[in-house]
């Protein structure tokens, strides 16, 4: 492997770092009597908000709807997550040291694949508790579930919500791109070298 | 005879009226349409310059005693919009200031509860010169005390007694740098050094009256206050005082009135003496010789009273001493100035140079000069003493005066542009003059008899010159009439251009002695928004719903409870008797702006409590019936807050039901 691949790749690991130092997902919402907005911060490890209160807020005023609270303890995959974080990045970073060209392409497969459990996780989750309700709630509006929107904007009675990928998730999206930018690189240069290789034979 | 006169004289009125009439309307109609257009394109530029649109934030904030009412009123400039009410010295029922367990103690005195005072005069806390935006500080005239109002929570977060002092009115007055708040006493009272009682007469006035004027110490950081010590002056009335700037620094000034000494019939004996005096004290000399141990020690027995921050409980603390400087024993501390009779106002301009003494009585405004005083008391220029402080010559010090400037000249304020605003109590007008030539270059009427004036800085080295409030005794006609007592106004007077113009009025609450303003921005971005729960160390607060719970301690039952949208744990209370005394710790468990949850109950003799997010607040009950008794949240915090309730059983005297407590049928869940 060329020195600058196993560089790039190198990064595509560490890039993955961005997932503990930003959120991979944020939930807006915005209300006539909330002008300056509640956001839920979704991390790899962790449920907070844009204030340390924003969680409580989020449950006091989904317990109208009757919707089950809110708790980061719950979430079994916030233990767990990290830890394939770190696998992937230990692995990414040992397969640039050693210069593995053939693990390149899995790694990147393995890590689409995990991307997109989570966002399967994720989705799951929001149907849950978008339709999963307390059927002794103050507020029931026949018919009505409060999915909020996977990814974009979405009106829930007065509130007004929006999702879009953290920051976080730019640290997938950007060790995927780099781990395929390695693996064609790489794979050109291989092809160029044997077809070079190939005309010395001839000659 | 004399009906026949009156008729006569009512015809002839009729005549003329009907004449003058005629007139007007060959020639008056086009002139006078156009005065209409013009008074009313007046009128819409004004309006413009007071529209604040909704959702807009003013440009200034406004403080505004509250006089009679104890209170300070918060008004946005330059629309006149009331922003809040801050009980000091009052009891509040709509908070619960004052009748909560947590806020009782700061209206503790020497002579007991005092659920009341009469609070005058506003006056923010400054740093280099100029307004900062951390703290107010305002007096009680009637029970000798002053209060420091926390500005990033709008709250009363310490009240001092004032020992040796009896109307507190010339307070409170902060140095360049908060060095000192300095407060005098407005009566006169027989004050011993030996601190014993003394059997004194009204006819020894002379001889055993005497004033006070103290000095409190400001902590840097968190604003605390402590009186470091006082100066016993000659016993005359203090009535207001201003410290001094730029090169009069050290100095702070007073006014004095009843200079003639009189115990009785005050508005004739104390107005006898053609001229009393402005006391010169030199704050920074004082503090030298309090620090050199020039001090009396003096045993006294005064209240301070301060807010916990974290607690949110008030807490006494008896102060049994008190410092005593003695003029005579303190060369150059004071010295005394004379000016016209029954002098209000004292206030020194923008550079420190002009002392303005506006006297009530008199028919000019006397501006004395620093830099003249300085040289007088140099040439040793005295034309007398009172008990040793000299009294320096009228003439040597006057920088001029300012002729035929109204009736009844009360107060000035500056606009930092060369010019001065003195407040007309008799003729009702504010007068405009300069302090270049001591002209009178503008007037305005005010409706009616102003007192103080406000501009905002006015009383700092750089004053915020647009605007000026006046503040208004008499109100009558100006808004629909509501019985015999009417709101007192304030008016907004533009002082951008050459003339004022009036912009505003607006009703106030109480009678607004004296007024503060500041730049919103030095105050808007420090304002609390919520008490973090995490730091609320009162110790009977419940910060989760499965801790709440009824404990029984002989006669005392204590409730720990919560309160969170939209529900109180526990809602369901039992084991109360007639006769308990059930205090009722209530946490709001709200992490979030503007989510005060309320608590009150059914026939309880008390009033209610307004808890804020994060903080606990204890409410005090005697039931006096058996029977079931409603309780619930009084400020409507969500669409369920009507539903927010519950019930307390209350058993009769003597019958044993056991304490028993839930919510939602169950008791209180993790």
Redesign the interface.
């Known amino acids: 492997m060329k020195t600058l691949h196993k560089l790039l790749l190198l990064a595509a690991a560490i890039s993955l770092g961005l997932l503990f130092l930003f959120p991979m997902w944020k939930i807006y919402v915005q209300a006539p009597q909330y002008p ?1 907005g509640l956001q839920m911060h979704i991390w790899v490890n962790k449920i907070s908000g844009s204030t ?2 924003s969680l ?2 989020f449950n ?1 005023l989904n317990h ?1 709807i009757g919707m089950e609270k809110i708790q980061p303890d719950s979430f079994q995959e916030l233990t767990y997550m990290p830890y394939i974080v770190f696998f992937f990045m230990l692995t990414g970073a040992l397969i640039a040291l050693a210069g593995a060209r053939r693990l390149v392409l899995p790694w990147v497969f393995l890590l689409m694949v995990a991307g997109a459990a989570g966002l399967a996780d994720f989705y799951m989750w929001l149907h849950k508790f978008g339709t999963n309700l307390d059927p002794h709630a ?2 029931i509006i026949p018919g009505m579930t409060y999915i909020p929107p996977f990814i974009g904007s979405k009106q829930l009675l007065n509130f007004h919500a929006l999702s879009l990928p953290g920051p976080g998730s730019i640290g997938i999206a950007l060790a995927v791109v780099l781990g395929l930018a390695v693996f064609f690189l790489e794979r050109r240069r291989k092809g160029a070298s044997i077809k070079s290789a190939e005309k010395t034979l001839v000659l | 005879m004399e009906t026949l006169y009156k008729k006569v004289n009512k015809a002839a009125l009729l005549l003329a009226v009907a004449a003058g009439a005629a007139l007007q309307s060959c020639s008056g109609i086009e002139s006078s349409q156009a005065n209409t257009a013009v008074a009313s394109q007046a009128d819409a530029d004004a309006a413009t310059k007071v529209y604040v649109a909704p959702g807009k934030h003013d440009e200034l904030y406004s403080f505004m005693s509250g006089g009679f009412s104890g209170q300070v009123s918060v008004y946005g400039i330059p629309s006149g919009r009331q922003l809040k009410v801050i009980p000091v010295f009052s009891q509040n029922p709509e908070n619960g200031y004052g009748y909560t367990e947590e806020s009782k103690a700061m209206l503790n005195t020497s002579f007991g509860f005092v659920p009341w005072d009469d609070l005058h005069h506003p006056k923010l806390s400054r740093t280099d010169g100029m307004t900062d935006g951390r703290w107010l500080f305002v007096n009680a005239n009637n029970t000798p005390r002053v209060a420091r109002l926390d500005l990033k929570t709008f709250e009363t977060a310490e009240i001092m007694e004032i020992p040796n002092s009896a109307g507190n009115h010339c307070s409170p007055y902060p140095t360049n740098d908060n060095e000192y708040v300095i407060a005098g006493t407005r009566f006169s009272v027989p004050i011993n050094v030996e601190g014993k009682y003394e059997d004194v007469n009204f006819s020894e006035y002379k001889d055993k009256f005497k004033g006070s004027i103290s000095f409190v110490k400001v902590d840097k950081k968190t604003g605390d206050m402590d009186l470091d010590f006082q100066v016993l002056v000659p016993g005359f009335d203090y009535d207001l005082a201003n410290g001094g700037k730029g090169p009069s620094s050290d100095w702070v000034f007073f006014t004095t009135y009843n200079t003639e000494q009189a115990s009785t019939l005050k508005e004739i004996g104390a107005s006898q003496n053609d001229k009393d005096f402005l006391a010169a004290i030199n704050w920074k000399l004082a503090a030298k010789y309090a620090r050199e141990g020039k001090t009396h020690e003096m045993p006294a027995y005064y209240y301070h009273n301060k807010l916990d921050e974290k607690t949110h409980i008030a807490t006494s603390e008896i102060k049994k001493k008190v410092r005593i400087l003695l003029p005579e024993e303190c060369p150059g501390l004071m010295y005394l100035i004379p000016v016209p009779k029954s002098p209000h106002g004292i206030d020194v301009d923008p550079s420190g140079e002009f002392m303005i003494v506006s006297g009530k009585l008199a028919s000019i405004i006397p501006v004395h000069s620093f830099s003249n005083m300085l040289k007088t008391i140099e040439k040793k220029d005295f034309i007398g003493d009172v008990g040793g402080i000299p009294i320096l010559r009228y003439e040597s010090v006057l920088a001029g005066e300012v002729k035929e400037p109204g009736l009844g000249p009360l107060h000035t304020e500056f606009d930092g542009k060369g010019n001065a605003y003195t407040s007309m109590f008799v003729s009702s007008e504010v007068v405009k003059w300069k302090l270049k030539d001591f002209k009178v270059v503008d007037r305005i009427p005010v409706y009616y008899s102003v007192g103080h004036l406000v501009i905002p800085g006015g009383d700092t080295k750089k004053p915020y010159g647009k605007y000026l409030i006046a503040m208004n005794k008499i109100t009558k006609d100006r808004y629909l009439p509501t019985g015999p007592e009417l709101a007192h106004s304030a008016q907004l007077i533009d002082i951008s251009g050459e003339k004022m113009k009036l912009l505003l009025d607006f009703p106030t609450i109480g009678e607004p002695h004296y007024a503060q303003a500041i730049e919103a921005g030095k105050i808007a971005p420090n304002s609390v928004k919520f008490y973090s729960l995490e730091e609320n160390s009162h110790p009977q607060a419940t910060k989760k719903e499965s801790d709440t719970r009824v404990e029984r301690k002989g006669n005392q039952v204590h409730v720990y409870m919560t309160a969170i949208r939209s529900h109180l744990t526990p809602d369901n209370i039992e084991g109360v008797n007639v006769g308990d005394e059930v205090y009722f710790h209530v946490t709001n468990l709200e992490q979030d702006w503007d989510v005060p949850h309320g608590f009150a109950i059914m026939g309880n003799n008390n009033a209610e409590l307004l808890i804020m997010p994060g903080a606990t607040q204890t409410l005090k009950w005697v039931p006096q019936k058996a029977g079931i008794v409603p309780m619930y949240c009084t400020d409507f915090c969500s669409a369920l807050h009507q539903e927010m309730q519950g019930y307390i059983k209350v058993s009769p005297k003597g019958v044993k039901t056991p304490v028993a407590f839930s919510t939602g049928g169950k008791k209180p869940a993790a």
Do not use: H
């Open positions: 300056e340390d209160y409580q807020n006091i109208y103050p507020i």
